[in-house]
């Protein structure tokens, strides 16, 4: 790709990064809302929605539909590797997250990746009762999440009143939350429209692609979703959307795949994407437990997302 050609796919992923910093700023604000006027912490209010990201749901039905599993399973390993390693290790490098998590939330964190496993269990094509089964789950974790959030004190008393703003009335809450979302949502395209057009000329293996490429595109807002409201003191906000989109990412998604578009697993999600996601969870787990992901924990996950980024460039 020449630097003339390229200059459009960079205007293209620079604006999408400027529509997510603004509407990311104004989802914190919807999502705190919602959470006061609801009396849920926003933390359970940004897990359930900041969470929810239909373009990762979108790419992977389509893809496994195609038989496209390297891709279709890359939504949901290669995306969650993403979350955990680049984008949580990037956003404590830039804004160190500061937040205390219930126990029984960090069990659900840690777990959840585990049970990702199940599809995998059988050889062969991904049966459809795991699908059933991985929803279900994703409806009590989320129902568990929510729960255990209504007394929990997530960050300390001088931040919260540090973050504290005006009141907010249930339209302007809503329509706050509405527009982030939509407005995320149509950045984020552009960032991984951008993005995919810088790369797409590059000749690289379909494990690449599906496991690392494809799921760094989509998410490449997640450091932003990451960053933007641990810097304004919600950091309870930016770990409900952590543990959310995870949430979303290994128990919903990989749910709706199993379920409605079984796919063939291939052997290196088996051997290298579902230990190597574990191994990662765990981890952050154990810095999470520790009250956030300092900038030195941050880098320690910068370094395994690289680290995995290498391994599926040389398997095959």
């Known amino acids: 790709m020449s630097a003339g050609s390229a200059l459009p796919a960079v205007a293209v992923f620079l604006g999408g990064v400027v529509l997510v910093v603004w509407a990311?700023?104004?989802?914190?604000?919807?999502?705190v809302g919602i959470g006061t006027l609801l009396r849920v912490a926003p933390f359970a209010v940004s897990a359930v929605l900041g969470g929810m990201e239909a373009e990762n749901v979108a790419v992977g039905l389509a893809a496994g539909s195609r038989g496209a599993a390297e891709v279709a399973l890359g939504t949901v390993f290669g995306g969650s590797i993403v979350l955990v390693c680049a984008a949580l290790g990037l956003g404590a490098l830039i804004a160190p997250l500061r937040v205390r998590l219930p126990r029984g939330v960090l069990v659900t964190f840690a777990v959840a990746p585990v049970l990702a496993g199940l599809?995998?269990?059988f050889g062969g094509t991904t049966p459809r009762w795991t699908g059933a089964v991985l929803l279900l789950a994703f409806g009590?974790?989320?129902g568990y999440v929510v729960r255990a959030s209504r007394t929990h004190r997530f960050i300390d008393d001088d931040e919260v009143e540090e973050a504290r703003e005006k009141p907010a009335t249930?339209?302007?809450a809503i329509v706050l939350t509405v527009l982030g979302i939509g407005v995320v949502t149509a950045g984020g395209e552009l960032v991984a429209s951008g993005a995919t057009r810088l790369i797409s000329d590059v000749g690289l293996s379909a494990g690449l692609v599906g496991m690392v490429l494809t799921p760094a595109v989509v998410e490449s807002d997640e450091v932003i979703r990451q960053v933007v409201p641990a810097r304004s003191g919600r950091h309870d906000v930016s770990a409900g959307n952590a543990v959310g989109t995870l949430l979303w990412f290994v128990l919903f998604n990989l749910g709706l795949i199993a379920l409605l578009t079984p796919v063939q697993v291939p052997r290196l999600t088996r051997m290298l994407d579902y230990p190597f996601l574990c191994g990662a969870s765990w981890l952050a787990t154990a810095f999470l437990a520790r009250g956030g992901v300092r900038r030195t924990a941050g880098a320690t996950l910068v370094a395994l997302a690289v680290a995995y980024a290498v391994l599926r460039g040389v398997l095959r």
């Open 24 to 31: 990311t700023e104004r989802l914190v604000h919807g999502l």
């Open 119 to 121: 599809p995998l269990a």
């Open 140 to 142: 009590a974790a989320m």
């Open 170 to 172: 249930p339209l302007r």
